[in-house]
C-alpha cells in the first residue's frame, strides 16, 4: 500500500526558502501515472493545492505561487520536492503531500518566523 | 482557474439526520473530475468521494456523491456521530487544480 512522508525544517525565516521532501514507498515517483502533489493549509483556514508533478517532469503550479514555487522529483531516492522563495509569515501552514487525489501524508508544519 | 463554491458555509444538524452539501463550480468540470474530503481537527483530509461519486476505499455507503457540469453535491444519508467535521469539494479535471472553501457540518 502506498504511504507517503513529508520532512523538512518545521522553522523558516522570512525572506528565505522553504524546503520539503516527500517520501514515497509502495510506488514509483518515476514510472507511476499519478500526478504528486503538494497542498497546503494555514492554521484555522482551509486547503489550498500548491501544484504537482508528473513522472515525465511536467508540472503544474497555483497561479497565485506559481512565481516562488519549484517541484522537482529524485527518482534516486523516490522522493518528491517542494521550494518556496521568499518566504513570508503568510505562508506557516501544514503542508501535506499526495499521490493523484486519494493518497495523502500526515502534514508537517512549517512556521514562518525570525 | 476554476473557482468552486461550497454551500452552506456551516451546516447544524442532529445525529441520525440527512445531510446535503453542495459544491458549485465557476466553469463545467470536466469528467466530473470532482472529489470530496473529510477533516478532522488535526488530522489530514480524508478522502471519501472522486469521480463525483465514487466512494474511496472504506467510505461507508451512507455517504454518496451526485452531480456532473458545475454542480455537485455530497449527501450523508444517516449521521453518525463521527461525522461532524469539515468537508471539502475538490476539482482536479483542469490542469490547476482548486479547492471550495469548506462546510463545516456541527452538532445542533
Known amino acids: 500500500q502506498v504511504q507517503l512522508q513529508e520532512s523538512g525544517p518545521g522553522l523558516v525565516k522570512p525572506s528565505e526558502t522553504l524546503s520539503l521532501t516527500c517520501s514515497v514507498s509502495g510506488d514509483s515517483v518515476s514510472s507511476s501515472s499519478y500526478y504528486w502533489n503538494w497542498i497546503r493549509q494555514p492554521p484555522g483556514k482551509g486547503l489550498e493545492w500548491i501544484g504537482n508533478?508528473?513522472?515525465?517532469?511536467?508540472?503544474n503550479y497555483n497561479p497565485s505561487l506559481k512565481s516562488r514555487v519549484t517541484i522537482s522529483l529524485d527518482t534516486s531516492k523516490n522522493q518528491f520536492s517542494l521550494r518556496l522563495t521568499s518566504v513570508t509569515a503568510a505562508d506557516t501552514a501544514v503542508y501535506y503531500c499526495a499521490r493523484g487525489i486519494l493518497r495523502w501524508g500526515q502534514g508537517t508544519l512549517v512556521t514562518v518566523s525570525s | 482557474e476554476i473557482v468552486l463554491t461550497q454551500s452552506p458555509g456551516t451546516l447544524s444538524l442532529s445525529p441520525g439526520e440527512r445531510a446535503t452539501l453542495s459544491c458549485r463550480a465557476s466553469q463545467s468540470v470536466s469528467s466530473s473530475y470532482l472529489a470530496w474530503y473529510q477533516q478532522k481537527p488535526g488530522q489530514a483530509p480524508r478522502p471519501l468521494i472522486y469521480g463525483a461519486s465514487s466512494r474511496a476505499t472504506g467510505i461507508p455507503d451512507r455517504f454518496s456523491g451526485s452531480g456532473s457540469g458545475t454542480d455537485f453535491t455530497l449527501t450523508i444519508s444517516r449521521l453518525e456521530p463521527e461525522d461532524f467535521a469539515v468537508y471539502y469539494c475538490q476539482q482536479y479535471g483542469s490542469s490547476l487544480y482548486t479547492f471550495g472553501q469548506g462546510t463545516k457540518l456541527e452538532i445542533k
Open positions: 508533478i508528473h513522472y515525465t517532469g511536467s508540472t
